[in-house]
């Protein structure tokens, strides 16, 4: 089980939650669990695997940056951003996802704003733009860091941090749509006429 008084939440699980919140739920329970026997979630696991190291070089826009540490203490919440370009004085965290059309999903935004202050915090830099580069397409979608999706994103970290304290379920509904088709917790999760049983 997932340290649920640990007090930086992880990036990642916030962003799950704009997916499906009891998906969420199971991230924050047991993060080393999810997808360990999924071959959807190893095979993206492979595929993002250019962004799983440490490294760093120069391009023709700046420098970028490859799985890159964060935290923002004061919001509880800590992560790894795929990739960070830095730009005059200002970064641009670039999500890496799978994906046959370069659709920016809500999820997609919450990584993004969040990896945003967590960068603008640790440093003092003006993060103004996220991207999210679909790599089995290769192209690449700008979201704007603007002040509602920041309130959002503020407000809904705290949602889930009181859910978590309080182990309160209903903060983690189950969506029980399209979603759940290929859902690597369906089995346990829906009930058992939903998910095809007897
Ligand atoms: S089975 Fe459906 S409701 Fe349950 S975690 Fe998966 S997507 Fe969410």
Redo the contacts with the bound molecule.
Sequence with gaps: MGDLKDPLLRIHDLGQFA?????A??HFLDPEQVGRHDENVQEARARHATVDTVSERRRPEGREWTCVPIFHRELGIRGVADRVLWREGAAVPVEHKPGRSAVIQEKHRLQLVLQGMCLEKMYSVRVDEGMVWFYDIARRASVPLDAPLRAWACALVATIREGLRTFDLTVF?????A??RG????EN??PRNL?GGA
């Design positions: 997916y499906c919140p009891r998906s739920w199971y509904p189950r969506v029980e749509d979603r759940c859902c690597s917790h369906a999760c829906l998910y």
